[in-house]
């Protein structure tokens, strides 16, 4: 079962922080980003039209690579302590049970 965590967003800013982890997260980034969402990315490729829309961007190591604590560090680096809903597209299945352990924002 995901970890479903009550926001309150204010309403000076009433669309949340998105924070997007995917191989490729420019296609949700895209639709959030026109949809009028804050968007952060955290992805293999970093191309040009991600970069362009994302409020910051992390590059994802190879997920051979990629340790559940390097996972978990990328996403509150992202988040940067600030209130977010986060979406995990493809490619980071296995970390699911990581979720878990990020902290209630």
Known sequence: MPLMVP??????????LILIAAQSGRFL???ANRAGYPVRV????A???????????????DFDQLSDHQ???????LANKQPA?????????????CLALLPAN
């Open 42 to 45: 955290a992805d293999q490729f």
């Open 71 to 77: 996972f978990l560090q990328t996403i509150q680096e």
């Open 7 to 16: 926001v309150n967003w204010s309403e000076q800013n009433p669309k949340p």
């Open 47 to 61: 191309d040009v039209d991600t970069l362009a829309i994302a409020e910051k961007h992390l590059l994802l190591a």
């Open 29 to 31: 980034a895209q639709i």
């Open 85 to 97: 809903l986060l979406i995990i597209g493809t490619g980071l299945e296995r970390f699911f049970n």
